[in-house]
T-cell receptor
Framework: KAGVTQTPRYLIKTRGQQVTLSCSPI?????VSWYQQTPGQGLQFLFE???????NKGNFPGRFSGRQFSNSRSEMNVSTLELGDSALYLC??????????????FGQGTRLTVV | AQSVAQPEDQVNVAEGNPLTVKCTYS??????LFWYVQYPNRGLQFLLK??????LVKGSYGFEAEFNKSQTSFHLKKPSALVSDSALYFC????????????????FGTGTQLKVEL
């Protein structure tokens, strides 16, 4: 069974540009969450999608957005990039966002560098 | 608000010795706790979880964790460390408030770098 696939693995962008990251969850998983990992702030929750609907959102500016498609694949977009957006962006998939013991499985991440 | 604390930035242990990586939590209600491991330039790998039941939880790669409600701790343990266990370990708790609404948000600790030496 294939794991969580994130593309691309590495990106270099210039300040002011925008970027789109993609995440394909494990087959059958319908919940996708995104996290930002930086040395200074650690792992921070961005947002979560289920059935094409955003369920939860973290404390990030509106420049960070996402969406989920009918096949559960998800994309996140960052507009007007800033140097501080340089980070490892991780996608996690879960079977459902239900209340029980559904652990999240993470992709290998996309390393975004803003110059 | 819930939180997770990992009091040690780094833990050093000799190969073959037992290891412990500490985690304490603060939640309202029942905790849903997880341990993940991260190797350099990689994503997080799920190790184990505590939802309910036995306080000693067994996970992948010989790891286990002990849930202690009175001390609000969920320490990760392994009886005999390997050099290949050297990695960054994260403790996490699922958001209980969001949980009831079907949320899946995880709050992570700051991570503990485990270094296992020969």
């Amino acid at each position: 069974k294939a794991g969580v696939t994130q593309t691309p693995r590495y990106l270099i962008k210039t300040r002011g540009q925008q970027v789109t990251l993609s995440c394909s969850p494990i087959s059958g998983h319908r919940s996708v969450s995104w996290y930002q990992q930086t040395p200074g702030q650690g792992l921070q929750f961005l947002f979560e999608y289920f059935s094409e609907t955003q369920r939860n959102k973290g404390n990030f500016p509106g420049r960070f957005s996402g969406r989920q498609f009918s096949n559960s694949r998800s994309e996140m977009n960052v507009s007007t990039l800033e140097l501080g957006d340089s980070a490892l962006y991780l996608c996690a998939s879960s079977f459902t966002p239900g209340p029980m013991n559904t652990e999240a499985f993470f992709g290998q991440g996309t390393r975004l560098t803003v110059v | 608000a819930q939180s997770v604390a990992q009091p040690e930035d780094q833990v050093n242990v000799a190969e073959g010795n037992p290891l412990t990586v500490k985690c304490t939590y603060s939640v309202s209600g029942n905790p849903y706790l997880f341990w993940y491991v991260q190797y350099p330039n990689r994503g997080l790998q799920f190790l184990l979880k505590y939802i309910t039941g036995d306080n000693l939880v067994k996970g992948s790669y010989g790891f286990e964790a002990e849930f202690n409600k009175s001390q609000t701790s969920f320490h990760l343990k392994k009886p005999s460390a390997l050099v290949s266990d050297s990695a960054l370990y994260f403790c996490a708790v699922r958001d209980v408030v969001l949980l009831t609404g079907g949320g899946n948000k995880l709050t992570f600790g700051t991570g503990t770098q485990l270094k296992v030496e020969l």
